[in-house]
């Protein structure tokens, strides 16, 4: 079945230190792949995607995400968070582009100072 | 700015009753439509397909005479919980894709019912 996993449910770590957040997905096919940020009271943004090509993909705020098709990974990035980086992240995968996503279940984000 | 939008941004309503929420795409036409459900600390489940013109394609296990779904126009799907209960008290989202092969998907700030 298709699915994707996000096995961290929630992560803290300090304003300024890196952060990597991981995502495997389980699909046939490489499947076009997402990352979004979910913040209190807005809609889901996207971060950045992978349809296809390099596999290194530089999002918004500073973020990049490295498909690894051997070990069916989308991790997320960031070299230095931020306090505003404070939120939920969701990994999402789709067969066909953006439409009928599967979403991992999340992973929460604190940034302490 | 948001590119789609849904009203009520939250609603408490007496189970039996039913409500309707909004999803507007505010400056593109959507022929499509997702909505998704997201319950506390999980993750965005997506529930139907909506489309405009046809009949919505509902996910497995939905009840489509529970979640009623109109796409009445290529900007504004609707989605209408019938006689709401407790359990369905969730947070609802939709999105809107947009570009050829909907390889971007704006999502609705979401709205959270809370059926009394």
């Known amino acids: 079945a298709q699915s994707v996993t996000q096995p961290d449910i929630h992560i803290t770590v300090s304003e300024g230190a890196s952060l990597e957040l991981r995502c495997n997905y389980s699909y046939g096919a490489t499947p076009y792949l997402f990352w979004y940020v979910q913040s209190p009271g807005q809609g889901l943004q996207l971060l950045l995607k992978y349809f296809s090509g390099d596999t290194l993909v530089q999002g918004i705020k500073g973020f990049e995400a490295e498909f690894k098709r051997s070990q069916s990974s989308f991790n997320l990035r960031k070299p230095s968070v931020h306090w505003s980086d404070a939120a939920e992240y969701f990994c999402a995968g789709g067969p066909t582009g953006a439409n009928n996503l599967f979403f991992g279940t999340g992973t929460r984000l604190t940034v302490i100072p | 700015g948001a590119v789609v939008s849904q009203h009520p941004s939250w609603v408490i309503c007496k189970s039996g009753t039913s409500v309707k929420i909004e999803c507007r795409s505010l400056?593109?036409?959507?022929?499509?439509m997702f909505w998704y459900r997201q319950f506390p600390k999980q993750s965005l489940m997506l529930m139907a397909t909506s489309n405009e013109g046809s009949k919505a394609t509902y996910e497995q296990g939905v009840e489509k005479d529970k979640f009623l779904i109109n796409h009445a126009s290529l900007t504004l799907s609707t989605l209408t919980v019938t006689s709401a209960h407790p359990e369905d008290s969730s947070f609802y989202i939709c999105?809107?894709?947009?570009?050829?092969?909907?390889?971007?998907?704006?999502f609705g700030p979401g709205t959270r019912l809370l059926v009394l």
């Open positions: 999105s809107a894709p947009r570009g050829g092969n909907g390889e971007t998907q704006y």
């Open positions: 400056d593109f036409q959507a022929t499509t």
